[in-house]
């Protein structure tokens, strides 16, 4: 493995220990046996210091690091919904993350969307493209209320913090790998889960984050008024 290599481990490893990775969520970072001399290295480049016995991040290296967290996890997603390997995407995603450039993960943040979580739900660190907001293409995930009247969508993820409102979108079916459809737009946004039909409210609808799915086979429902 190179230095520049061991130097980005290096970085990923105290972003993932800031996140509150546990010593066994982080055995694929240690796994690279990374010593003293690593951290010293990445202190020479600006991105670490040493303080009261812990290496800590310099404002450089805090910026380096979201960038090689942000380029694994859309990798992550890349292999897992547009690759279709997702028992590929860990190791392809270690393996990405170092040699991305950032206008390619722009491009593939675009294309999905600008999601924010990777698909274990972990935060993605937003890049330009997200603060831009740019919809070059139509994204692979866009939130629910971005749907065509009548267009089927996969929930890939939901950002709804509240625990009461998680809890009723739960009771309803409304989770991450559920098949909904959009039915209408307008005064109220109505969506079929199953057979099911329902009103979301309009904040939280913008909230859910779907992959469109044209799907076969499932319940129809004359398309309301947009």
Do not use: N
């Amino acid at each position: 493995m190179s230095v520049a290599t061991r130097v980005d481990e290096v970085l990923k490893y105290l972003w993932l220990k800031e996140e509150g990775w546990q010593t066994e969520e982080l055995r694929p970072v240690l796994a690279y046996h990374l010593g003293r001399g690593d951290f010293e290295e990445a202190a020479r480049r600006g991105y670490v210091r040493e303080e009261d016995g812990e290496w800590v991040f310099t404002p450089e290296g805090r910026q380096e690091a979201s960038g090689i967290v942000r380029r694994m996890r859309l990798a992550e997603w890349l292999f897992t919904e547009v690759v279709k390997d997702p028992r590929s995407a860990e190791v392809a995603a270690c393996r990405l993350e170092h040699v991305l450039t950032d206008e390619a993960a722009d491009q593939i943040c675009t294309l999905l969307g600008h999601p924010r979580t990777c698909p274990h739900g972990r935060p993605i660190p937003p890049g330009s493209c997200c603060v831009e907001h740019r919809m070059v293409v139509r994204p692979l995930f866009l939130p629910l209320t971005h749907l065509e009247v009548g267009e089927w969508g996969k929930i890939i993820s939901i950002h709804v913090d509240t625990r009461k409102v998680r809890h009723i979108l739960d009771t309803y079916g409304l989770h991450p790998g559920k098949a909904i459809r959009l039915v209408r737009k307008k005064p109220e946004i109505l969506v079929q889960v199953d057979h099911t039909v329902l009103v979301v409210d309009r904040e939280v609808a913008e909230e859910i984050y779907v992959r469109p799915t044209p799907l076969e086979g499932l319940c129809r429902l004359t398309p309301g008024r947009k």
